[in-house]
């Protein structure tokens, strides 16, 4: 029995670009109720990054692909096919490495072996909606002597961020001679610059405020007007806004307002033509405000959403969605006055004419700092598998 234990070193969550590394240590456990302990084989153990696509059937409607290959390869033992077993296509994959060959561990005795593959910049994000998913996973193959392969896969999510793909590194450092001991150094190098210019571009993006003023208003007159400060946020940042009902004609008894994405089919993978497009909240804010002069929300973006995105097959837009209740009379005749002689009461009137409408304004949501994201994630950083 060898346990083969698999490590992601800086957590889960990564952007397109950067560099991930993974620890593969392989154990030959000694177990003390054993009392005849022997020497553990393996043949050979490879490791390959891929990121699955699944669809959904009533949603998405994809032309017709050869997958004849691939099952016939499935079903060779003797082949490692990372996506072996796997719902939906194989879309991307980065060239597979090789571990090792002819390991042999002795009873109590590991050996780790480190992985390092650049995620291709050009891929899609993680994500997971009602048409579509998109999902990153490490798999380590190993095999013993006249057995099947086992595989280990290790699920993590990815971050894409657009303009890191253009950008080009200064190049700052003398020219040398190419020393090969100082290429693994140079690459961790310039993984954490750009993961630095990732969280740079991001700052600056997000930090840009500038008043936006909208008048709220219906066939009637005016509501009132709202407020922000800024459209472009981070994951995990809040959404904040303010209402100022006081310069309003028409009363507003109520309002809310919905963090939505919205998730469109492109037109030609449209399985019905003119389909609707899915609609997801992740937070809400819902306020009666009659006779309130000022009211203000704060919505969180998860930091476990998707940022937006659009690929060949779908996109994914942020919205904040409005919805306003307004009375059909004037503010004076919501409250009736009592009977009472010696003290005047007011009280609200038992049936009132109501409109209702609604108002969308698009935002726009951006990725965040990886690390940040991995405190959330869904995702372990260790998996493990015995064989």
Known sequence: MIEVVAKLGRGPVFLAGEMLECVITFTNPLS????????????????????????????????????????????????????????????????????????????????????????????????????????????????????????????????????????QFPQDEAVAPSNPFLEEEEVLKKDSRLADLATELLMVATSRRSLHLYNISNIRGKVGTFCIFKTVYKIGEDVIGTFNFSEGDIPCLQFSVSLQTEESVQEEFQRRRGQPVSFSTHARHQESCLHTAQSSFSLPIPLSSTPGFTTNIVSLKWRLHFEFVTSRESAGTCLIRGSQSEAITWTGVEQMGVDTFSWDLPIKVLPTNPILASYVSQFSSTNSITI
């Open 32 to 167: 003390a109720s054993s009392t005849s302990a022997s020497s553990e084989m393996l043949a050979w153990a490879s490791a390959q990054i891929h990121c699955q696509f699944h669809v959904s059937e009533n949603r998405v409607a994809l032309p017709p692909s050869d997958g004849s290959k691939h099952d016939v390869q499935a079903e060779n033992e003797t082949v490692f096919v990372p996506n072996r077993g796997e719902r939906g296509q194989c879309i991307l994959s980065t060239p597979p490495k090789i571990l090792f060959c002819d390991l042999r561990l002795d009873p109590g005795e590991s050996k780790s072996y480190s992985y390092c593959e650049t995620l291709p910049i050009d891929g899609p994000p993680s994500f997971r909606g009602q048409s579509v998913k998109y999902v990153y996973k490490l798999t380590i193959g190993c095999q013993r002597v006249n057995s099947p392969i086992k595989l280990l896969r290790v699920p993590f999510r990815v971050l894409v961020l657009h303009g890191l793909k253009d950008y």
